[in-house]
């Protein structure tokens, strides 16, 4: 067998793997399967986040799986396992000429640009700031990438068509801007194929950078070769076979391999001669350096605005066991594996709300869930410890986690001009009804009025008890006064932070 | 260059043709009713209705039992051979709903929903009578799946083979209720459609607004829409439930009893055990007597109260055909 069958058998099963995790990352399915396993080998979320912590969180040290091979042979990651990948060059193969009229097209197609050294200055500038404490790797990183495509747009997208995927469809804010940003660079492939992977793609950038001590690489036999470059006809990483092998830019397809017509390139160990490949990049040393002080600037102005200290926004509410603000946008690769397990659609993709560092990582809206009680789901998938591995007594604070209390996400605050008993002389109390802390953590006095009519009436009029309320949000969640509801919880409480708490203890 | 006469009428037709067909299209779908007829049409919707569920057991029959016991299975059993044996209930190639409170994500121990013993009792029973099929059904108010699946009823069904049926959208339908509150719903109409006979499995649990939930206040998960709006006029509508639908049976399982912090519970210590089943097929009987079992007075219960003026039930239970039994 060929070894680009090979390949591409090895590409359908981990896109297979990848989407069959996705799938089964939901309460009735999920039974000890490693579904973030795809993240936790990611090379770039364990190196990035090392950087940012100083600490390589659990089974991230799986990353190492992929790094060493990298070193040995290439970027192989990218054309053999990573799914989005997959994904581009499925999308350039459909869309490509692939006639026999449209070989020069095909050529030129897969012509190296100067500017597909973007990646690397992306990659240079992400991690300066993670260096400072920004984790910002996610919003490009490929397999954070495609899992948050899937969780936010694509699966909820399949569900209305289908109804397969969920009991009582999930909806996401922004699913309307992640959506697009998949089909722009899924799109970009009839422009340039495999554009994302060839010029954005930072863990691309930082395999190209290892794999400039591989030892294997793609060799062509100058004897043999007649300079017919049809080596370069589905080439996917642009990475001129027909002369200098670019080795930071070989994906290790080996198509080269096939559309030789001479037979003159093979996959062998340490060249023959060195001038016969491309080892590095090719950077300038002023645009490395403007790179990173992008990435110094870009942390810098954005904690200049404040958000996580003085002018934190109260919506910034983070699932259960989430490190403190700072740790957690140290920790968050905004895979959004967090959004897709939780089993009622409280967890959502901030936009702006936990300032521009905090796109697209998990924040809490009553308006679409709550935080149930008995689960810890978002922290068992986490890959980075932004969410820690909590367990269920250890949220409840009961048996050994006593001392330490309940987990609380905020505080639940009773808007009385809007609640129905308090503003308007009519029963409800559901908020008490569905309050799963016991004793409950919302109770009620009941007065005898006199309503405008002249009756006597009683009323059962609800409170906040504070040193029970765990910010669960179940009662903002099932307020009859749906658009803006008359109990709304806030993040101050929470017990993450002791800057965020509201009572002496 | 000129057209000739042949391009001519070509042309000709194919503009003829294209006006005719706008023409058609447009009076196919012209629709003539301003703003008041919409708005009322909207109210006219299609509505389904719910068939009566209850059996005939002529005059005379025991209308409720009250077991106590220990072992749900052998309860279950004493308490409908009391009543006249499974057979007057379910027949050979019925399909049975059986509606557990799975409302919230809790332990059985808890109390907070149905008891999975006291289900799979109920089950095996109709098995024993030849169901053809057995559906358990809830939407609850905690997310579905956790439900099921922590209450112990998703279990339940699977060894006993019955069904569980999930609240998926699809599966609501805009009911005909015919109460005093509740004219038409949005209901979870699916499992109703496919069964033939209904029975309401129940906990006994103290509830924050209405004092209890028991047999009547179960239906409340049978509905869908906004239902939290219930809660306005609690009781006249927990009447209306009793008016929606007739069941075959209702049992409630106080088998333990949630005492306080209710519907939700929480606390082992909020539990009480009590080892007592209630089967009747008057849920305003079988809820008046449930409601002694929370150590509380009857004649203060409104929801019952408003059910029997109704005509829909008696709270006074001691002067029906009721039995006693002690099993297991």
Known sequence: MRITRVRLISQIFF?????????????????????????????????????????????????????????????????????????????????????????????????????????????????????????????????????????????????????????????????????????????????????????????????????????????????????????????????????????????????????????????????????????????????????????????SFSRASGEITKNFKKEVMRPPGSTAEPEFLERCAKCGQCMRVCPTNVLQPAMLEAGVEGIWTPVMNMKMGYCELNCTLCGQVCPTGAIQKISIAQKLGVGEFTDLGPVKTGTAFFDQGRCLPWAMDTPCVVCQEVCPISPKAIFSREVEIVNRWGKKITLTRPFVDPTLCNGCGICEHECPVKDYRAIRVTAVGETRSRDRSLLLK | MR?????????????????????????????????????RSEENKKTASLKSYRVDRGKGAVEMTVVRGKDPEKMMRAGIQAMGGIGSFVQKGD?????????????????????????????????????????????????????????GIQQAAADVGAEVMLPKPGAFSLVKIGGEILKTWSMFHRPLEHATKVIGVAPCKDHNLCSASMTMKNWYGLLGGRRNQFHQQIHTVIADFAQMIRPTLVVLDATRVLMQNGPTGGRLSDVQEADTLVIGTDMVAVDAFGYTLLGRDPEKLEYIHKAEARGLGSTKWKEQNWREVLAG
């Open chain 2, 95 to 151: 399909v049975v709903l059986i509606k557990p409170n799975v409302a919230f994500d809790r332990a059985p121990a808890l109390g907070a929903t149905t008891s999975p013993d006291v289900l799979k009792a109920v089950a095996l029973l109709c098995k024993k009578a030849g169901a053809r099929k057995i559906i358990v059904a809830d939407n609850p108010i905690n997310q579905p799946e956790g439900c099921f699946f922590k209450s």
């Open chain 1, 15 to 299: 896109i297979g793997l990848a989407l069959f995790f996705a799938f089964i990352t939901q309460f009735s399915y999920l039974k000890g399967y490693p579904v973030s396993l795809f993240l936790e080998v990611d090379p770039l979320v364990a190196i990035a986040s090392s950087i940012t912590t100083h600490t390589l969180y659990r089974s991230l040290i799986w990353s190492l799986v992929i790094l060493i091979p990298t070193l040995v042979l290439g970027r192989f990651f990218c054309n053999w396992i990573c799914p989005y990948g997959t994904l581009h060059q499925f999308v350039g193969w459909l869309f490509s000429n692939r006639g026999p009229r449209g070989v020069k097209e095909r050529l030129e197609s897969n012509r190296y640009r100067k500017w597909f050294a973007l990646k690397y200055y992306i990659l240079i500038g992400m991690l300066v700031a993670a260096a400072f404490g920004s984790l910002q790797i996610g919003l490009l990183d490929p397999i954070c990438l495609f899992f948050r495509s899937l969780t936010i747009s694509v699966l909820p997208a399949v569900d209305m068509a289908s109804g397969w995927i969920y009991v009582q469809p999930f909806v996401y804010q922004f699913a309307w801007v992640v959506g697009p940003i998949l089909i722009f660079f899924v799109a970009m492939n009839l422009v340039i194929p495999r554009f994302f992977c060839r010029v954005l793609c930072p863990l691309g950038a930082l395999l190209g950078l290892l794999s400039r001590v591989s030892l294997w690489r793609i060799e062509r036999d100058e004897q043999r070769c007649d300079n017919c470059k049809l080596c370069l006809q589905r080439c996917q990483g642009a990475s001129d076979p027909h002369t200098a092998l670019r080795k930071s830019e070989c994906l290790v397809c080996f198509n080269c391999l096939d559309d030789c017509p001479h037979g003159a390139l093979g996959f062998s160990m340490l060249p023959s001669s060195p001038h016969h490949e491309v080892a590095v990049p090719d950077l300038s040393r002023r645009r490395v350096i403007f790179a990173g002080l992008t990435g110094l600037l870009f942390f």
């Open chain 2, 3 to 39: 057209m000739d006469r042949r391009e001519f009428l070509k042309r000709a037709a194919g503009a003829g043709l294209a006006i005719a067909g706008s023409a058609l299209g447009a009076a196919w779908l012209y629709d003539p009713r301003g703003g008041a007829e919409y708005f």
